[in-house]
C-alpha cells in the first residue's frame, strides 16, 4: 500500500510559478512510477509522469517546457515546478501512484491506482 499526500497549491497570478509536492509513505513508496494529473470542471486530464528512477519524463502539450516532474527518492517525495502559469492551468492537482514495482510512467488514467487527495491551484489573470 502506498498513501499520498498532495502540498504547495495555492492562488498566484497569470506568469507565475508554484511548486507542488507529493509525499508519498507506505512499504512500497518509492518504487512506483508516479504521474500528476489535473481536474477543473469535466474530466480528470494527464500532466505529467515519470518512471520509478526519475530519469524518465513525459508530458502533456499543454504544459510541455512550462511544468518540470522531478522525483526524490530518499524522500519518497515527488515534485511538479510549474512556471508561467496560464489562467487555464487553474484545477485540483493529484499525484498518483502505479501499482507495480521498477515500471514506466504512463499517460493512462487507468494505469494508477494509488491517489492523493488532491491540491487546489487557482492563476487568476
Known amino acids: 500500500q502506498v498513501q499520498l499526500v498532495e502540498s504547495g497549491g495555492g492562488l498566484v497570478q497569470a506568469g507565475g510559478s508554484l511548486k507542488l509536492s507529493c509525499a508519498a509513505s507506505?512499504?512500497?513508496?518509492?518504487?512506483?512510477?508516479m504521474g500528476w494529473f489535473r481536474q477543473a470542471p469535466g474530466e480528470r486530464e494527464f500532466v505529467a509522469t515519470i518512471?520509478?528512477?526519475?530519469?524518465?519524463?513525459d508530458y502533456s502539450n499543454s504544459v510541455k517546457g512550462r511544468f518540470t516532474i522531478s522525483r526524490d527518492n530518499a524522500k519518497n517525495t515527488m515534485y511538479l515546478q510549474m512556471n508561467s502559469l496560464k489562467p487555464e492551468d487553474t484545477a485540483v492537482y493529484y499525484c498518483?501512484?502505479?501499482?507495480?514495482?521498477?515500471?514506466?510512467?504512463?499517460?493512462?488514467?487507468?494505469?494508477?491506482?494509488?491517489w492523493g487527495q488532491g491540491t487546489q491551484v487557482t492563476v487568476s489573470s
Open positions: 498518483a501512484a502505479i501499482s507495480t514495482y521498477y515500471g514506466l510512467g504512463s499517460r493512462s488514467i487507468g494505469d494508477y491506482y494509488y
Open positions: 507506505g512499504r512500497t513508496a518509492g518504487r512506483n512510477a
Open positions: 518512471n520509478w528512477r526519475g530519469d524518465r519524463t
